[in-house]
């Protein structure tokens, strides 16, 4: 059984920074493809970047790109979501995610088989 565990969430102001973590346990997930969800409240839950096995083929929201940086270390069994330049708009509840397969096909939630459950981001204007 996998399980997914997020810390790192937490209050920020605008223009700040996080760096939000997924330890995964239960088994290695080294061959898993994985990546980051975030709900926010009344809106659907979306892909905000995502990760391939390999570590080198990486997915970026267009809200998110060019301030927030996927990384994984298959050697711990973690991944890391590096926030920076934080927005009121990135506020929302951050999932860690991962597959079955070791790729994306079309970074929806449908694809997911494993999740987190959940940290809270809070960016302050």
């Known amino acids: 059984q996998v399980q997914l565990v997020e810390s790192g969430g937490g209050l920020v102001q605008a223009g700040g920074s996080l760096r939000l973590s997924c330890a995964a346990s239960?088994?290695?997930?080294?061959?898993?493809?994985m990546g980051w969800f975030r709900q926010a409240p009344g809106k659907e839950r979306e892909i905000v970047a995502s990760?391939?096995?390999?570590?080198?083929?990486?997915y970026y929201s267009d809200s998110v790109k060019g301030r927030f940086t996927i990384s994984r270390d298959n050697a711990k069994n973690t991944m890391h979501l590096q926030m920076n330049s934080l927005k009121p708009e990135d506020t929302a509840v951050y999932y860690c995610?991962?597959?079955?397969?070791?790729?994306?096909?079309?970074?929806?939630?449908?694809?997911?088989?494993?999740w987190g459950k959940g940290t809270l981001v809070t960016v302050s204007s």
């Open positions: 990760i391939a096995w390999t570590g080198t083929i990486i």
């Open positions: 995610a991962a597959r079955k397969s070791g790729y994306w096909t079309n970074h929806r939630a449908s694809e997911v088989d494993y």
């Open positions: 239960g088994r290695t997930l080294s061959r898993n493809a």
